[in-house]
């Protein structure tokens, strides 16, 4: 079984809808992340928590919300979607430097 | 069809060459930097890790060299295979356990 999962795998939605991206490990790390990948743009931070109590804003948090639920599980919300977030979505998690990733979700906002 | 690195540097090498990608990062306190790849459909994947206290490290069939004085990291892959064909990113940690990722270059092998 994969260590870092994330559902959906694809979504499609419109415009103005409230969508949640889920992740779950269980490599047991304390530290998890939701990234955003554009093409030619590399990897960039939205969110990421040092623990269940701890959230913190990345580089382009706005238009995002998480929700760290357990030490495995750490969720992305787009509370009103627009196109331009359509985009990858991974999450990762880490017990050191390196980090994790999850397969991705592939978003496309309509 | 994958939509990332469409508009990606693009590194194409005959199977059996040897690749080299490079990398420049932007941070002089990073201590810390990893190359990792990306497959179609799939995420990020390590491949090989260095330190700043060192100026280069191998693995097997990958070297990495850093070169503190003007900020460049490069990933050697020796003997590129098909499957080595894949998107590479590096990344440097300058903050504590955050990691800030480069915009990638895309290795495309030609049996």
């Known amino acids: 079984d994969a260590d870092v999962t994330q559902t959906p795998r694809n979504r499609i939605t419109k415009t103005g809808k409230r969508i949640m991206l889920e992740c779950s490990q269980t490599k047991g790390h304390d530290r998890m992340y939701w990234y955003r990948q554009d093409p030619g743009l590399g990897l960039r931070l939205i969110y990421y928590?040092?623990?269940?109590?701890?959230?913190n804003k990345g580089e382009i948090s706005d238009g995002y919300s998480v929700s760290r639920q357990a030490q495995a599980k750490f969720s992305l919300s787009l509370e009103s979607a627009i196109p331009n977030q359509t985009a990858l979505y991974f999450c990762a998690t880490s017990g050191g430097y390196e980090q994790y990733f999850g397969p991705g979700t592939r978003l496309t906002v309509t | 069809g994958e939509s990332v690195g469409l508009h990606l540097p693009t590194l194409s090498v005959q199977e059996g060459d040897n690749s080299i990608i490079n990398c420049a990062y932007s941070?002089?306190?990073?201590?810390?930097f990893i190359w990792y790849k990306q497959e179609s459909g799939k995420g990020p994947q390590f491949i090989i890790d260095i330190r700043s206290n060192m100026d280069k490290r191998q693995g097997q069939r990958v070297t990495v060299l850093l070169n503190k004085t003007v900020k460049h990291l490069s990933l050697q892959i020796a003997a590129t295979q098909p499957g080595d064909s894949a998107v590479y990113f590096c990344a440097e940690n300058n903050a504590g356990n955050m990691l800030t990722f480069g915009g990638g270059t895309r290795l495309m092998v030609k049996p």
């Open positions: 928590s040092f623990d269940v109590k701890d959230i």
């Open positions: 941070n002089s306190a990073s201590d810390y």
